[in-house]
């Protein structure tokens, strides 16, 4: 079964805080991505990445940054957090095909 | 720019009833679509894509090229149905644009 793993379900961090998202999948999977979900908005790309140590700025970039120093691994950083980004963040991961596969979401909360 | 237009941000429908869920897309290339769906507490899953042309829990949909569209149809809803779905567009780089959603509400 496929598996992206997001490492927190729930977050609360108070503004200006720096804070890490964490994604792992397991599928070997060489592209990873960042979106925001928010309601009437849909799904919003922040960043992707086509391999390690690789990546792309997606439409909504500012304010984030990203890393991947393993292959399974994608991490999304918001290097001053403000409350305009509280939001829900999906991790996801494909492979050639653009099917993609979703964690299970990050509820952030910034205060 | 590519861009995907679901028009409907809830559709409330009672079982058995027929359901369209309407998407609309712009994109200067050959579209390749999507749909995909999230029931409550469940992570996001691709329900189906047009290349494949089947039909996954009753579900179908058409890509339209003259209307630009790819609407999500099921002949007679199921209050199981009930969820978010999202209509994507894949575009450059195996990246996704996904439209604003339509939540199903099925009604008993």
């Known amino acids: 079964d496929v598996k992206v793993t997001q490492s927190s379900r729930y977050l609360v961090k108070r503004t200006g805080e720096k804070v890490f998202l964490e994604c792992v999948q397991d599928m070997d999977h060489e592209n990873m991505f960042w979106y925001r979900q928010d309601p009437g908005l849909g799904l919003r790309l922040i960043y992707f990445s086509y391999d390690v140590k690789m990546k792309e700025k997606g439409d909504i970039p500012e304010g984030y940054s990203v890393s991947r120093e393993k292959k399974e691994r994608f991490s999304l950083i918001l290097e001053s957090a403000s409350t305009n980004q509280t939001s829900m963040y999906l991790c996801?991961?494909?492979?050639?095909?653009?099917?993609?596969?979703f964690g299970q979401g990050t509820r952030l909360t910034v205060v | 720019a590519q861009r995907v237009t679901q028009p409907e941000k809830l559709l409330s429908v009672f079982k058995g009833a027929p359901v369209e869920l309407k998407c609309n897309y712009s994109y200067s290339g050959s579209p390749e679509l999507f749909w995909y769906v999230q029931y409550s507490r469940q992570r996001l899953q691709l329900l189906l894509r047009h290349i494949s042309r089947e039909s996954i829990k009753g579900f179908t949909a058409d890509l339209n090229k003259g209307e630009t569209s790819f609407h999500l149809k099921k002949p007679f809803a199921q209050e199981e149905d009930s969820a978010m779905y999202y209509c994507a567009l894949k575009r450059a780089g195996n990246m996704l644009t996904f439209g604003g959603g339509t939540r199903l509400m099925v009604k008993p």
């Open positions: 996801a991961s494909s492979y050639i095909e653009p099917e993609a596969f």
